[in-house]
């Protein structure tokens, strides 16, 4: 039986273009700029000068602080640039550039981990090290979240849904590498001491399954679970009241609910940590969209300009009049090509112009779709109008915080009312009040 949620919606999942294609490698560039921060919580701070030469997997940023991932070079070479750069949240941020030698020296001291030998402490430290942090979009500190969730997490979820439409990334990492997601599987069971994770996967990547269930381990540490197919199943509150029935408490974290998500490439990466000792240093990105010639999927370095991976699809058969880091459902608009790929890089779309439309003056007709569709059964419509009129009052008795920021409530909309953006204004206006109390 597939597993499901009250709620959502059903896109057109858009995934024919790519869901076929395997995956690319995309060389190295000749330079890559690595963002100080590509994880929530604490940007990190340069621990290399220019003129540093930097070997393959080196550590050259950290941070002390509690909730940070340190960041590794993504080639070897030298630092040529220690300065702000464009990056996709719409700004320059200081990041470390390094001019690639094209020798992939790798740092010395990296090497396989032996996790039976480590302490629950020496493991989390490791992860921590790597600068692992979640792969679906949220880029949450890995080594944050399983320190906060031992002795209480007893469930332990790896999210294969991948519900945004367009992007194939994690669906090709279950069909090329299966054994990685498997294998991480295994190592979280034996980090969080559960008997069983859970390892859910939409129905429109049935392909995956066999691939999957050939690396499943006989003694049930990890299993298979199906989810009916309708978006957003990829969330964590949502795939976790999925496959065991809990509800996060409102303001509250999975830990909470005695659960923890991870996404499937963050549990390929703690596995690939733990065999080959080797940091976060690259990512799997779905290049899509109307306005891209030849879509594919890349394996390239973090740090790679987005540039690159246009060209290696072909460029653009029409000037894109819509560009998104991520999804369209919750991926971040772009207006340059120059920005690097980052942890939380899983797709970088391109959209034609008629595929763009808006209206001038949208009047909300009262038909209720917003709220029918919301998966936090929230009432979208009367958030957006709250926040309109300024009532933050308002806006806390309904309680807006609790908005994931889907989309669905946009999607839905006959009258093209820009709902979640500007229930994304109301949840700073209640962050805002409460700075002031």
Not at 281 to 310: D, M, Q, Y
């Amino acid at each position: 039986m597939a597993h499901t949620f009250k709620g959502g919606i059903h896109p057109d999942d858009k995934k024919s273009a790519t869901s076929g294609k395997a995956i690319e490698l995309l060389p190295a560039p000749a330079q890559v700029v690595l963002p100080m921060s590509m994880h929530i919580g604490k940007p990190c701070e340069p621990i290399v000068k220019v003129g540093d030469h930097v070997y393959l997997g080196q550590k050259i940023a950290d941070s002390q602080a509690p909730v940070s991932s340190p960041i590794h070079a993504s080639v070897s070479g030298t630092v040529v640039a220690v300065e702000p750069r464009p990056y996709s949240f719409g700004s320059e941020i200081l990041s470390v550039v390094i001019e690639n030698d094209f020798k992939d020296e790798k740092d010395p001291s990296i090497h396989p981990l032996d996790i039976d030998s480590m302490t629950s402490e020496e493991i989390v430290q490791a992860v921590r090290e790597a600068g692992i942090v979640g792969h679906g979009g949220a880029t949450f500190p890995t080594s944050v979240k399983i320190s906060s969730g031992l002795g209480k997490v007893d469930a332990v979820i790896i999210n294969g849904a991948e519900c945004e439409p367009y992007v194939t990334s994690d669906h090709r990492i279950m069909l090329e590498y299966p054994w990685e997601v498997v294998g991480g599987g295994k190592l979280l069971a034996k980090i969080f001491g559960v008997p069983e994770v859970k390892l859910g996967v939409e129905l429109n990547k049935q392909d995956a399954f066999p691939k999957l269930q050939e690396y499943l381990p006989e003694d049930g540490t990890v299993k298979l679970y199906p989810l009916v197919t309708k978006y957003p199943q990829g969330s964590e509150k949502h795939i976790i009241k999925a496959l065991t029935g809990r509800e996060v408490p409102s303001g509250k974290l999975p830990a909470d609910a005695g659960a923890a998500v991870f996404n499937t490439d963050t549990a390929a990466a703690i596995y690939r940590l733990f065999t080959t000792g080797m940091p976060a240093i690259r990512r799997i990105v779905t290049v899509s969209g109307s306005a891209i010639a030849n879509p594919k999927n890349l394996e390239c370095r973090i740090g790679t300009p987005v540039e690159n991976l246009i060209d290696a699809c072909g460029g653009f058969v029409a000037p894109p009049n819509k560009l998104i880091m991520g999804g369209p459902m919750m991926g971040m608009p772009q207006y340059r090509l120059d920005i690097p790929v980052m942890k939380g890089s899983n797709g970088f779309l391109a959209f034609c112009k008629d595929e763009c439309t808006t209206e001038e003056h949208p009047a909300c007709i009262r038909c209720g779709k917003c709220v029918s569709a919301c998966p936090m059964h929230l009432m979208p419509t009367y958030i957006y109008q709250c926040s309109d009129k300024g009532e933050v009052a308002d806006l806390e008795y309904y309680n807006t915080l609790d908005c994931i920021q889907c989309g669905a409530c946009t999607y839905v909309c006959p009258a093209k009312l820009p709902l979640m953006q500007g229930i994304l204004v109301a949840k700073q206006r209640v962050m805002d009040a409460r700075k002031k109390k």
